[in-house]
């Protein structure tokens, strides 16, 4: 498939990419720019952002999508990171009927891999999921995988092949 007939990129659709980039950063860096960028916004939204904030916020949901916790020392947590590759929880429940907590207590504290608090709250494939999920927590702090590269590291590449795929099958 070939972009505007000439195999050549819109440049507002690159500028994109780059803000794509920045969410990962901002999510996924210790450079002083996302240290600068948590302490300022933290994860929520302000009453006076600032343009990249904006244009960043716009397109998390591409980000996101592909985004997935390497769980290391439990500490993400369980409803708003995604750490089984389904997604957030919370966006996959109506009410959210226990507080969120991290995911080292939801294993520590599960006797015979049970999860009785929250049996009726999931589908059982994602039950079934969860109590199949290998905890091996080390030292190590969790981090955010890539899941369209297999290095686990986005690339600007990887998110505009996801995003032109999409678009190509639903020309098809």
């Known amino acids: ?13 690159i500028i994109d990419y780059f803000y794509l980039k920045m ?11 996302a240290n600068f960028m948590r302490a300022r916004y933290g994860f929520g939204s302000l009453s006076n952002p600032s343009r990249v904030w904006r244009q960043m916020m716009s397109d998390k949901h591409v980000v996101d999508l592909h985004f997935q916790k390497q769980i290391y020392s439990g ?12 997604g957030i929880f919370v966006d996959k429940v109506d009410q ?5 907590f991290p995911i080292n207590s ?5 006797q015979g891999r049970n999860l009785p608090p929250m049996q009726h709250v999931f589908p059982s494939n994602i039950r079934s999921k969860i109590l199949d999920f290998q905890v091996l927590f080390t ?8 899941n369209l590269t297999s290095s686990g590291v986005f690339t600007t ?9 999409k678009r190509h099958k639903l020309m098809s």
Not at 23 to 33: C, G, I, P, R, V
Not at 75 to 86: E, H, V, Y
Not at 106 to 110: A, D, I, R
Not at 157 to 165: I, N, P, V
């Open 75 to 86: 500490k993400s947590l369980f409803w708003f990171d995604n750490w089984l590759g389904n």
């Open 96 to 100: 959210i009927e226990l507080p969120d």
């Open 157 to 165: 590449s990887s998110a505009y092949e996801s995003l032109r795929m």
């Open 1 to 13: 498939m070939v972009e505007n007939g000439l195999g050549v990129r819109n440049f507002s659709t």
């Open 139 to 146: 030292s190590g702090r969790d981090r955010i995988i890539w």
């Open 23 to 33: 969410w990962w950063n901002f999510h996924n860096s210790t450079s002083l720019w």
């Open 106 to 110: 939801l294993f520590s504290n599960m």
